[in-house]
């Protein structure tokens, strides 16, 4: 699959090592003023080659539009098409890999999968995908700001540090010793009226996760306390029901980070993804060929010491798509701006 959505939907295209990734967002509602720049700056924030604790790939990944917006600037209702040109691939730091799987890689899952691969920087397997996420996401986000709706996400560990001042020490530590290290990020959105998702197949924390579970490197997801549900009392959990001084029903602790039963109950939705240590690393590491012979891989190329870091645009992003996408097919965006009615 090479699509998402429902309603909203983004099918994108293109390799890590190829002349251009791009997409096409459909279902964007008409008449909608869309910002660039803002789009633009939300690309830089994912952007390689930013610092040293990123990959040392320099792409500038201007996002150039192709169809969709009128020229002043309007959303036309029709498939916004866009490419991102890839311009800074070194595609013979990848000739050892041709015919050698790499440890925790999509090398040997891709080839089973299809026959083949392109080994350059990954192929489609690789995160640079993930910048046509942050074009769709970052629209998708604009749209749902005129609805009071905010996404944030933010690194909130490094390894088994969370003290932020002392994230990049870790990273660039691993970073040196030619290792990489993992991350955890969390997202918040606030401003979600209760009511959004379904109950049974279409619940917006299994929405949430399938988006967030797609992103590389992606490990798991866990929604309010999450795992720390498993060692705790009914008692100490329960999110009890108060109303606030305008009289809106609210909860007094937010256990369930914002969402029961699959639907918004108005609080903050609130999740933390962990993201594994990258896979390719300057350290030798035992794997096998494509014929089965034992190889030791010491891989070139560049790669992030911890993808975690430029993950977090990327979080803020695939949220953004997910809800706006949900709110359209529930009809609460409706399909052409500005709306007729505010959300109740």
Aim: aromatic fraction near 6%; hydrophobic fraction near 40%; glycine fraction near 12%.
């Amino acid at each position: 699959m090479n699509s998402f959505g429902i309603c909203l939907t983004l099918s994108t295209f293109g390799e890590s090592h190829g002349p251009a990734i791009g997409g096409i967002i459909d279902g964007f509602p008409a008449g909608f003023p869309i910002d660039t720049a803002k789009v633009q700056s939300a690309l830089n924030a994912r952007r390689p080659g930013r610092s040293a604790l990123t990959t040392a790939r320099r792409e500038p990944d201007e996002v150039h539009f192709l169809s969709g917006i009128h020229p002043d600037g309007r959303s036309l209702g029709t498939p916004i098409g866009f490419i991102i040109k890839n311009t800074d691939a070194h595609s013979a730091d990848y000739s050892d890999l041709e015919n050698i799987y790499r440890p925790n890689h999509a090398d040997f899952t891709t080839e089973a999968r299809y026959g083949l691969r392109d080994h350059r920087g990954g192929g489609r397997a690789s995160a640079r995908e993930t910048a046509n996420w942050v074009v769709a996401g970052e629209l998708a986000r604009q749209l749902l700001d005129q609805y009071g709706i905010t996404i944030s996400a933010n690194l909130i560990a490094v390894g088994d540090v969370t003290d932020s001042s002392e994230f990049e020490r870790v990273i660039l530590d691993a970073k040196e010793r030619g290792d990489s290290v993992g991350g955890l990020v969390e997202a918040v959105v606030t401003g979600l009226p209760a009511g959004i998702g379904d109950p049974i197949f279409n619940k917006l924390d299994a929405r949430l996760a399938f988006a967030a579970l797609t992103i590389n490197g992606a490990k798991g997801i866990e929604f309010g306390d999450g795992f720390r549900f498993a060692a705790m009392r009914g008692s100490e959990a329960a999110d009890s029901f108060a109303t606030d001084s305008d009289g809106r029903v609210i909860t007094l602790s937010n256990h369930c980070g914002g969402i029961q039963g699959g639907i918004t109950n108005g609080m903050p939705v609130v999740f933390r993804i962990p993201f594994k240590p990258t896979p390719t690393i300057a350290r030798p590491l035992s794997t096998v060929d494509r014929n089965g012979n034992p190889v030791i891989l010491e891989a070139k190329g560049r790669h992030d010491p911890c993808i975690a870091v430029r993950a977090v645009p990327v979080v803020k992003a695939i949220t953004a798509f997910t809800i706006a996408d949900m709110m359209i097919a529930d009809g609460i965006i409706p399909h052409k701006f500005p709306p007729q009615h505010p959300i109740p």
